[in-house]
C-alpha cells in the first residue's frame, strides 16, 4: 500500500454541543464551498448521505465502510479521499465508532458553477490541442483514492481557512479550492490517459508518450527521446506534461517502474538489485530510496510480506 499523506487533526465537538452521536455535523458556509465536519460516536450501519453538489470528503480518524454506485464497498480510512457527484448517496457503515474511538470525516460540497468555471480554465489554456477527447473534465470512474502530499497540504490549508474569522477567508479559500479542482482534474487526467494508452496508442500526443514510456520501461528512457516524441522542445515538453498531469516526466516514469517492481517482487525469487536492473534502475540504492519513499517499506520488506502472504 503506498504511502498515504494524513490530514491535520481537526478539533473534535465539544461533547455539551453534541447534537448527535452519529454523523453529528459542523457545518461553515463560503461563497463557493461549504465545510462539513462530520463525528460519529457509536456503531451505527445503513446511514444515508447525499449532497446537492459535488463533495470532496477526506477521512481524518477512525473508519468507515462506503457503499457507491452499485459497487464493491470499501474500507474507508485516513489519509484517503472520496469524490461524489451531486445528488449521489453514500450508504456509510461505522463499525468501530465508540465514545473512546470516534470517526471523523471532512467535506467541502462545492458549487457547480465554480467547477464548471474551472474546468473552462483548464481547457481555454491548457488544453494539449489533441482533439475533442482530450477536453478536461471531472470523472468518478476513480473516486477512491490516498492522498498524497499536495493534496492533503490544500485540504488542510482549506479547512483552517474554513474555520477561521478572517474577513478575507471567501479570497484565500477560492485559490486553494481552485488549485485542488485543478491536482484532482489533473490526476484523474492521468489516470484516464494512462487506461487508455495501450488501446488508443495514436489517439493524441498524451497517448503516444504514455505509451512509448510503458513500452520501454525497462530501458533507460531519454527526455530528448520523449520531446522528439511529442515533436516539443525540452522546456516546452516538460511544461506541457507537468500541466496536463501535474507531475513530471521523470516522476511518471519512476511512479510505473515501481509498480513494475512491485509484481516482480511479489511474484519472483528475483533479488532487490535484479529486480531494480529489471525495472530501469541502473543504481540498487536509488531503486531502495524511492521504493521506500513510496511505499512506506523497503523492496525486501515488501518481498519477505509477499512470500508470507502465499
Not at 480510512?77 to 474511538?101: K, Q, R, S, W, Y
Not at 478575507?168 to 494508452?197: C, G, H, N, P, T
Request: charged share 20%.
Amino acid at each position: 500500500m503506498p504511502v498515504k499523506s494524513y490530514l491535520q487533526a481537526v478539533d473534535f465537538t465539544n461533547p455539551k454541543y453534541l447534537q448527535k452521536l452519529v454523523e453529528n455535523r459542523r457545518v461553515f458556509n463560503l461563497k463557493n464551498c461549504e465545510l462539513n465536519i462530520f463525528e460519529s460516536y457509536q456503531q451505527a450501519y445503513r446511514v444515508p448521505l447525499t449532497f446537492n453538489d459535488f463533495v470532496i470528503t477526506s477521512m481524518v480518524q477512525g473508519k468507515k465502510v462506503m457503499h457507491l454506485y452499485d459497487k464493491p464497498s470499501f474500507e474507508y480510512l485516513p489519509g484517503e479521499t472520496v469524490i461524489v457527484p451531486a445528488n449521489e448517496t453514500m450508504i456509510i457503515d461505522f463499525p468501530e465508532a465508540a465514545n473512546e474511538t470516534p470517526t471523523q470525516c471532512i467535506a467541502l460540497s462545492v458549487d457547480e458553477t465554480y467547477i464548471r468555471s474551472t474546468v473552462q480554465y483548464l481547457n481555454e489554456y491548457y488544453n494539449p490541442g489533441d482533439g475533442e477527447n482530450s477536453n478536461w473534465r471531472l470523472q468518478f470512474d476513480k473516486y477512491h483514492f490516498n492522498n498524497d502530499a499536495d493534496v492533503a497540504s490544500l485540504i488542510n490549508k482549506l479547512v483552517r481557512i474554513c474555520t477561521s474569522s478572517e474577513a478575507s477567508r471567501d479570497i484565500f479559500a477560492d485559490l486553494s479550492m481552485k488549485e485542488l479542482l485543478i491536482r484532482l482534474l489533473q490526476s484523474q487526467q492521468l489516470y484516464r490517459v494512462a487506461e487508455e494508452k495501450d488501446h488508443h496508442t495514436n489517439n493524441t500526443r498524451l497517448h503516444f508518450v504514455l505509451h512509448y514510456i510503458n513500452e520501454h520501461l525497462t530501458e533507460n528512457i531519454s527526455i530528448d527521446m520523449l520531446c522528439r516524441k511529442a515533436y516539443l522542445s525540452r522546456n516546452l515538453f516538460f511544461k506541457w506534461f507537468k500541466n496536463q498531469f501535474g507531475i513530471t516526466p521523470l516522476q511518471y516514469i519512476n511512479r510505473e517502474r515501481l509498480k513494475l517492481a512491485k509484481q516482480l517482487l511479489a511474484n519472483t525469487s528475483y533479488s532487490v538489485s535484479q529486480v531494480g536492473i529489471q525495472c530501469g534502475f541502473k543504481d540498487t540504492n536509488y531503486f531502495v530510496r524511492l521504493f521506500k519513499s513510496a511505499e512506506g517499506i523497503t523492496p525486501g520488506t515488501y518481498q519477505a510480506i509477499s512470500s508470507y502472504k502465499k
